[in-house]
């Protein structure tokens, strides 16, 4: 499988971005998917997840009501819809799908990852 992640850019703070990620194959349709960022010198950190359906989304505290992820299960994508952000928010943003249907937190649950796509947020 693979993930191929757009959208990212340069942004001024409060402004808003919508992250893209396609996968090659349909085998992501029962599957959760997620987005994760890293930001240079820190650890990779969970942004946002749904699960198989989309009927179970879950969220970083850091972007809770600024974010939103959504699916399209018919085109094997995820979206991240980004508002609001802060210089904060940049980093290298990844999608990737889990090995089961949760919308999962943890990145030892996803398997396959995309490339990334940067996002930066400028003050």
């Known amino acids: 499988v693979q993930l191929q992640a757009s959208g990212g850019g340069l942004v001024q703070a409060g402004g808003s971005l919508r992250l893209s990620c396609a996968a090659s194959r349909r085998t992501s349709s029962n599957n959760g998917m997620g987005w994760f960022r890293q930001a240079p010198g820190k650890e990779r950190e969970f942004v946002a997840a749904?699960?198989?359906?989309?009927?179970?989304?879950s969220y970083a505290d850091s972007v809770k009501g600024r974010f939103t992820i959504s699916r399209d299960r018919a085109k094997s994508a995820v979206y991240l819809q980004m508002g609001s952000l802060k210089p904060e928010d940049t980093a290298v943003y990844y999608c990737a799908v889990a090995r089961g249907s949760a919308a999962s937190s943890s990145a030892e649950s996803y398997h396959y990852w995309g490339q990334g796509t940067q996002v930066t947020v400028s003050s």
């Open positions: 749904i699960s198989w359906n989309g009927g179970s989304t």
